[in-house]
């Protein structure tokens, strides 16, 4: 059996889990989210203050689904109490980043500066022009965007300019060196 998927969650004071038509919805003090369950193999029971991810079949991939659907249900539960955050840093020289409402504004070494819209639920801040803090209530839609943003100028390995995560490590690389 999977050990993460055996796994019981508690559902914490003032957030409400419901299951209806496998899609499970939880509602907190921070927003609410849904997600289906596809996978006809496995189920979700919410009883006495517990979510249990029970799955009915021994197959390889009812396997690994049934870890991932606890995880992704924990992962709701966890954002609508606190919310996710991550944390990119800028380095290069000129590069800054600036937002104002939810648009980025990002100048980072090309003719123009990008753009970027952030969708709804997700809140970008800036409290440094080289750091940028992506927050919201769904750990996968922080990541994408995360992401999404790195993607704008990824870190180059010889003076590691680019935006990268902030705990993220950048192995650089030895430039040329003058021949004789």
């Given at each position: 059996?999977?050990r993460?998927?055996r796994?019981?969650?508690?559902?914490?004071?003032?957030?409400?889990?419901?299951?209806?038509?496998?899609?499970?919805?939880?509602?907190?003090?921070?927003?609410?989210?849904?997600?289906?369950?596809?996978?006809?193999?496995?189920?979700v029971?919410?009883?006495?203050?517990?979510?249990?991810?029970?799955?009915?079949?021994?197959?390889?991939?009812?396997?690994?689904?049934?870890?991932?659907?606890?995880?992704?249900?924990?992962?709701?539960?966890?954002?609508?109490v606190?919310?996710?955050?991550?944390?990119?840093?800028?380095?290069?020289?000129?590069?800054?980043?600036?937002v104002?409402?939810?648009k980025?504004?990002?100048?980072?070494?090309?003719?123009?500066?990008?753009?970027?819209?952030?969708?709804?639920?997700?809140?970008?801040?800036?409290?440094?022009?080289?750091?940028?803090?992506?927050?919201?209530?769904?750990?996968?839609?922080v990541?994408?965007?995360?992401?999404?943003?790195?993607?704008?100028?990824?870190?180059?390995?010889?003076?590691?300019?680019?935006?990268?995560?902030?705990?993220?490590?950048?192995?650089?690389?030895?430039?040329?060196?003058?021949?004789?």
């Amino acid at each position: 059996m999977s050990r993460i998927g055996r796994l019981p969650i508690t559902i914490p004071a003032g957030v409400t889990v419901e299951e209806k038509d496998r899609v499970v919805t939880v509602k907190g003090p921070k927003g609410q989210l849904s997600q289906k369950i596809a996978d006809r193999n496995i189920e979700v029971k919410i009883e006495a203050g517990q979510v249990h991810v029970i799955r009915h079949n021994e197959e390889k991939s009812v396997k690994s689904k049934h870890g991932l659907y606890r995880m992704l249900i924990a992962n709701m539960i966890d954002g609508v109490v606190k919310p996710f955050t991550k944390s990119l840093v800028i380095n290069g020289v000129g590069y800054k980043a600036q937002v104002s409402g939810q648009k980025l504004t990002l100048n980072i070494g090309y003719s123009h500066p990008v753009e970027y819209v952030a969708p709804e639920g997700i809140k970008l801040e800036c409290p440094d022009i080289t750091q940028i803090n992506v927050t919201g209530i769904s750990k996968e839609l922080v990541g994408q965007v995360a992401a999404t943003i790195r993607s704008k100028r990824p870190v180059e390995p010889y003076h590691a300019y680019g935006i990268r995560y902030a705990d993220e490590v950048v192995i650089r690389k030895e430039g040329k060196t003058a021949g004789k």
